[in-house]
């Protein structure tokens, strides 16, 4: 076989692979909509719902306050969502997330936490799950150098995790802890629930990753929300890691306290 012959072989072997990845890349993106789609749909349905509720004269005070706090999780949900795909959507097309990088800003981690804390409460009360931030372990109310939004946005998706995958009845533990001589300070995020496997420790942070106890607790899941968190912690040269002991998972987040160390970029 002539060497034009071979070099035509391997660019038809090249262009039959690209084709067979561009028909599977159209598919995932049509499962990736399709999925979008439904979990957002999800709680609007249900805010729809409740509020038909409301109009209703016979519903007492007591049953509206009810309704009214679903609203406002099914609302939590739905704005979490949102947030969600559009930094997936974004890190789609731009993996720095070059767009979305803000001016940094001081950042009281104690207080961010306790409104994260605060936005998700109902939603956990749902299922008798209680969210309490440790005030024990924020003497100093912690303050780091950070993208404000983005940071919330990793807590609030640990949180929805934590909220998710709980059993009934347990408690989420918020805590801090300063690591003085390193100049970070650490968040952990404990709860009691679906335990991670050890295989799955670092797979979970996979984009796109759902362990099989997680698919069947919530098959639409995306698997995007922790990919996310440690990609934007990453982008603050933090740290995210997990650790399971039999069912309680924690989650910690290492952030520096003076911030990035090209910090200057984010301020112009």
């Given at each position: 076989m002539s060497s034009t012959d071979t070099t035509?072989?391997?660019?038809?072997?090249?262009?039959s692979?690209?084709?067979?990845?561009?028909?599977?890349?159209?598919?995932?993106?049509?499962?990736?909509?399709?999925?979008?789609?439904?979990?957002?749909?999800?709680?609007?349905?249900?805010?729809?719902?409740?509020?038909?509720?409301l109009t209703d004269a016979r519903v007492s005070i007591e049953r509206a306050r009810k309704v009214l706090r679903s609203i406002y999780s099914q609302a939590t949900i739905a704005v979490h969502l949102a947030k969600n795909f559009n930094l997936m959507s974004n890190l789609e097309a731009d993996h720095a997330l070059t767009k979305l990088k803000e001016p940094l800003q001081n950042v009281n981690l104690h207080q961010l936490l306790v409104n994260?804390?605060?936005?998700?409460?109902?939603?956990?009360?749902?299922?008798?799950i209680d969210i309490s931030v440790d005030e024990r372990q924020f003497p100093e109310q912690p303050s780091v150098l950070a993208m404000k939004p983005l940071i919330s946005q990793v807590f609030s998706n640990i949180i929805e995790n934590a909220v998710k995958y709980s059993h009934s009845d347990t408690e989420i533990l918020i805590r801090g802890r300063s690591l003085a001589s390193e100049g970070t300070f650490a968040v952990s995020i404990q709860n009691q629930g679906i335990p991670l496997r050890s295989e799955d420790v670092q797979r979970v942070f996979s984009r796109g990753f759902r362990s099989p106890e997680a698919l069947r607790k919530y098959p639409a899941g995306t698997g995007f929300g922790l990919y996310i968190a440690r990609r934007i912690v990453e982008m603050h040269e933090g740290t995210m890691?997990?650790?399971?002991?039999?069912?309680?998972?924690?989650?910690?987040?290492?952030?520096?306290?003076?911030?990035?160390?090209?910090?200057?970029r984010y301020r112009e």
């Open positions: 035509m072989r391997h660019l038809r072997d090249r262009i692979a690209l084709e067979k990845r561009l028909v599977e890349v159209e598919h995932e993106q049509t499962e990736y909509l399709q999925n979008v789609s439904h979990q957002l749909v999800a709680p609007l349905n249900a805010i729809k719902w409740h509020i038909e509720n994260l804390a605060d936005d998700f409460q109902p939603l956990a009360w749902d299922q008798g890691s997990a650790q399971t002991t039999g069912n309680r998972t924690v989650f910690t987040v290492t952030l520096s306290v003076q911030g990035l160390k090209g910090k200057a």
